[in-house]
């Protein structure tokens, strides 16, 4: 009966041909690279046609990471501790939590200090974060090639194998 349903034109309205089987990523089948910056950070998905990067980071208590701009939207989930944007303390992800950012939002994301460990938190970011510095200065950009060159290099010289993550585009 699924192949009768139709679409414009004739045409199948859900495919039937050419589908692909999921990929699944255990926890554990990407390593975690120090980036020397009180960040761990897992890549677990690359795509260089839509420039989105998927990462998973685990920051130190008490970490800021710099002022920065992100030309695209952003899907945050927090796993464990507690982290929130400088500019509006007032919202703090927990455990649990779900943020969205849109497009064109200005931030210094930071990580609570009295945090008992380690706060854990997926990202999925589409475009670049450029850098700032507190005049608004560009000091840098960040984006999926960027990342990805980063997390291979990391994982190579720490002797680690990264070959489950997901790279689409190149």
Same mark, same amino acid.
């Given at each position: 009966m699924a192949d009768t349903?139709?679409?414009?034109? %004739?045409?199948?309205?859900?495919?039937?041909?050419?589908? %692909?089987?999921a990929?699944?990523?255990?926890?554990? /089948?990407?390593? +975690?690279? /120090?980036?020397?910056?009180?960040?761990l950070l897992q890549v677990q998905k690359i795509d260089l046609n839509?420039?989105?990067?998927?990462?998973?980071?685990? +920051?130190?208590?008490?970490? %800021?990471i710099e002022k920065h701009y992100h030309t695209g939207p952003v899907h945050a989930v927090t796993f464990d501790g507690a982290w929130y944007y400088k500019e509006y303390p007032e919202h703090v992800n927990r455990k649990g939590s779900f943020l969205f950012e849109p497009a064109h939002s200005v931030h210094t994301l930071t990580v609570a200090e009295d945090n008992p460990g380690l706060t854990d938190v997926w990202f999925a970011i589409w475009g670049a974060n450029l850098n700032? /510095?507190?005049?608004?200065?560009? %000091?840098?950009?960040?984006?999926?090639?960027?990342?990805?060159?980063?997390?291979r290099a990391l994982c190579a010289k720490d002797g680690l194998d990264c070959s489950r993550m997901i790279v689409v585009g190149e």
């Open positions: 349903i139709k679409g414009p034109a %004739t045409q199948p309205t859900v495919p039937m041909h050419g589908l %692909t089987e990929i699944h990523i255990g926890e554990d /089948d990407l390593p +975690f690279v /120090d980036t020397e910056g009180g960040t839509q420039g989105l990067w998927v990462v998973r980071t685990r +920051f130190q208590p008490g970490l %800021t700032m /510095d507190e005049a608004g200065n560009v %000091t840098g950009v960040t984006d999926a090639q960027s990342i990805l060159t980063a997390y």
